[in-house]
Antibody, heavy 117, light 107 residues
Framework: EVLLVESGGALVQPGGSLRLSCAAS????????MHWVRQVPGKGLEHVSA????????YYGDSVKGRFTISRDNSKNTLFLQMGSLGPEDMAVYFC??????????WGQGTLVTVSS | EIVMTQSPATLSVSPGERVTLSCRASQSVSTNLGWYQQKAGQAPRLLVY???TRATDIPARFSGSGSGTDFTLTINSLQSEDFAVYFC?????????FGPGTTVDLK
């Protein structure tokens, strides 16, 4: 069974930083591209970032470019998202999502990031 | 950035009805289009990818069609568990983008 378990979401002050993690199991993590997608509760979905299987290629949405960094540790089957200069517009549930070579397939349950003073 | 639009925003239906949801891309995405179902408090679930291929364990009442800029998700004989929000998603060009969603609720 594929499992993606996000952690690290928290309440953070504006301008602060946070690191999200995603522990993966049930599939070959080291050969899969991975993505972060966020959703303001009750609203739509936004693709935040992606990373290829060996970590050499990364992609960012315009709204987070220069502030967020995606990375992975294939030895620990873990995906990361380092977030900085956080603002109210970054408040959302962050989902870790696997790519099966053709599309996004499995999603974690998400971790909530709240930005407030 | 490719902008995805969906119509209608909300669809009120009765169980057993046939439902047709539309998705349009601002430029061609070929068949690099997926559909997701999301229920309250849950993560999205993949229904269809490649515009028309059902994902694993998805019932045959769900079907997708289209290519280029216009796509459709059809649910034949809607079941009670199908009341949810449905999103389309293009993965032809980065940044990948989602439509705003169509809510299917009980009439």
């Amino acid at each position: 069974e594929v499992l993606l378990v996000e952690s690290g979401g928290a309440l953070v002050q504006p301008g602060g930083s946070l690191r999200l993690s995603c522990a993966a199991s049930g599939f070959t993590f080291s050969t899969s591209s991975m993505h972060w997608v966020r959703q303001v509760p009750g609203k739509g979905l936004e693709h935040v970032s992606a990373i290829n299987s060996n970590g050499e290629r990364t992609y960012y949405g315009d709204s987070v470019k220069g502030r967020f960094t995606i990375s992975r540790d294939n030895s620990k089957n873990t995906l990361f998202l380092q977030m900085g200069s956080l603002g109210p517009e970054d408040m959302a549930v962050y989902f870790c999502v696997s790519w099966n070579g053709r599309t996004l397939d499995y999603w974690g349950q998400g971790t909530l990031v709240t930005v407030s003073s | 950035e490719i902008v995805m639009t969906q119509s209608p925003a909300t669809l009120s239906v009765s169980p057993g009805e046939r439902v047709t949801l539309s998705c349009r891309a601002s430029q061609s995405v070929s068949t690099n289009l997926g559909w997701y179902q999301q229920k309250a408090g849950q993560a999205p679930r993949l229904l269809v990818y490649g515009a028309s291929t059902r994902a694993t364990d998805i019932p045959a009442r769900f079907s997708g069609s289209g290519s280029g800029t216009d796509f459709t998700l059809t649910i034949n004989s809607l079941q009670s568990e199908d009341f949810a929000v449905y999103f389309c998603h293009q993965y032809n060009n980065w940044p990948f983008t989602f439509g705003p969603g169509t809510t299917v609720d009980l009439k």
